[in-house]
T-cell receptor, first 115, second 110 residues
Framework: ETGVTQTPRHLVMGMTNKKSLKCEQH?????MYWYKQSAKKPLELMFV???????ENNSVPSRFSPECPNSSHLFLHLHTLQPEDSALYLC??????????????FGEGSRLTVL | SQQGEEDPQALSIQEGENATMNCSYK?????LQWYRQNSGRGLVHLIL?????REKHSGRLRVTLDTSKKSSSLLITASRAADTASYFC??????????FGKGTTLSVSS
């Protein structure tokens, strides 16, 4: 138990579906992140939120829409996805980055399969 | 953009042996971190070394950092079967969140 909970753990969706991934952290952190992990690729940073404000968007396609209603919750809304979007989506949290980025605490991930 | 590059991509050793993984990066950094990931699970932080540090220890882990060569190494001593996992380096370069490499897959057989 890392203090970061992701739901659902597994999701199968068609290309025309709309679904959401949820992340909740119980660590009192101020920064939250979405990373994508595809087979044989490095983890790709998608979005960063600090104090609920988006501070980084790593050129992510608009079919991925993040939402951060407060410092403890982060969502990733999915719509009109492609099969190549199938991956493990990892949420992480950390203390306020400030001058540099310290330790990230990761959830167990949401395994997404797009048919 | 990818920053860290681990080497080797895969490593197989026997229990009790030492495992060494290397990470190279391209730009100046604030710190470098190592993470571990068991198959299909989330990443777990192992150790952080700052750019002004050269070596750090944590239990059976030893990390070195050579900023002149833009490289780091992770040494796991007296490996156990439970050390079987993927290991990633991640770099903190100014202005962006952690960038991860592709990882080294370590297999420790008993």
């Amino acid at each position: 138990e890392t203090g970061v909970t992701q739901t659902p753990r597994h999701l199968v969706m068609g290309m025309t579906n709309k679904k959401s991934l949820k992340c909740e952290q119980h660590l009192g952190h101020n920064a939250m992140y979405w990373y994508k992990q595809s087979a044989k690729k490095p983890l790709e940073l998608m979005f960063v939120y600090n104090f609920k404000e988006q501070t980084e968007n790593n050129s992510v396609p608009s079919r991925f829409s993040p939402e951060c209603p407060n410092s403890s919750h982060l969502f990733l809304h999915l719509h009109t996805l492609q099969p190549e979007d199938s991956a493990l989506y990892l949420c992480a949290s950390s203390q306020d980055p400030g001058q540099d980025y310290g330790e990230l605490f990761f959830g167990e991930g949401s395994r997404l399969t797009v048919l | 953009s990818q920053q860290g590059e681990e080497d080797p991509q895969a490593l197989s050793i026997q229990e009790g042996e030492n495992a060494t993984m290397n990470c190279s990066y391209k730009t100046s950094i604030n710190n470098l971190q190592w993470y571990r990931q068991n198959s299909g699970r989330g990443l777990v932080h192992l150790i952080l070394i700052r750019s002004n540090e050269r070596e750090k220890h944590s239990g059976r882990l030893r990390v070195t950092l050579d900023t002149s060569k833009k490289s780091s190494s992770l040494l796991i001593t007296a490996s156990r079967a439970a050390d079987t996992a993927s290991y990633f380096c991640a770099t903190d370069q100014a202005g962006t969140a952690l960038i991860f490499g592709k990882g080294t897959t370590l297999s420790v057989s008993s």
